[in-house]
């Protein structure tokens, strides 16, 4: 029988290892790719996995047993990225930074029927991952939470503590980054 979020974390409060171990394995590959998809990096993505889990398993004891435990993990995955790009770019946040190349839009490409057309779109989904990498750090992480968390403009803004004017300008530089990019690289027009 599955143990359901609420009650991991019921058997964490209570300092049960099984508990701990449960969470972990439950939701270890999910904030892995979040830290990849925002960090661009293995390493980076590693390390900031294992700060995330320790910053969860202190936080538990203050997490509302009654909210959804995803989209709580979630924040705490993308203020630990955040933090790290922070410290490790600090001009990253500035709009006056030259802008980088793409998006990894994993979510949006489908499967497809014909063969032809599900190479291309695995060519064009290379692409774009290898384009993502480019990015400045905060237009790959608003672009990643607004194209693969499905987070709206206003929980992107609260989530990295940056105006709404500020997230809607790193989306639609980072949108025509992309469409540039592809089209003059690779000749896609999209």
């Given at each position: 029988m599955a143990v359901d979020d609420k009650?991991?974390?019921?058997w964490c409060r209570e300092g049960r290892e099984e508990g701990f171990r449960q969470l972990l394995g439950r939701y270890e590959q999910y904030i892995?790719?979040?830290?990849y998809r925002l960090t661009g990096n293995r390493e980076d993505a590693l390390d900031l996995t294992q700060e995330t889990f320790i910053k969860v398993?202190?936080?538990?004891?203050?997490?509302?047993?009654?909210?959804?435990?995803?989209p709580w993990l979630r924040q705490v995955t993308v203020n630990a990225c955040y933090n790290f790009l922070r410290r490790r770019d600090p001009e990253g946040?500035?709009?006056?930074k030259p802008m980088g190349d793409g998006l990894a839009l994993s979510?949006?490409?489908q499967a497809v029927d014909?063969?032809?057309r599900e190479v291309e779109w695995r060519d064009t989904r290379r692409l774009l991952t290898a384009a993502m990498r480019e990015l400045p750090p905060m237009q790959r992480m608003v672009l990643?939470?607004?194209?693969?968390e499905d987070m709206s403009y206003q929980e992107?803004?609260?989530a990295t503590s940056l105006p709404l004017g500020t997230v809607r300008t790193h989306l639609f530089r980072g949108r025509e980054r992309l469409r540039r990019e592809m089209v003059l690289q690779y000749g896609w027009e999209g």
């Open positions: 009650q991991l974390i019921l892995y790719s979040l830290c398993l202190n936080g538990l004891k203050g997490f509302q047993a009654n909210r959804s435990f995803k946040v500035s709009l006056e979510d949006v490409l014909d063969p032809a990643v939470l607004r194209h693969q992107i803004a609260t």
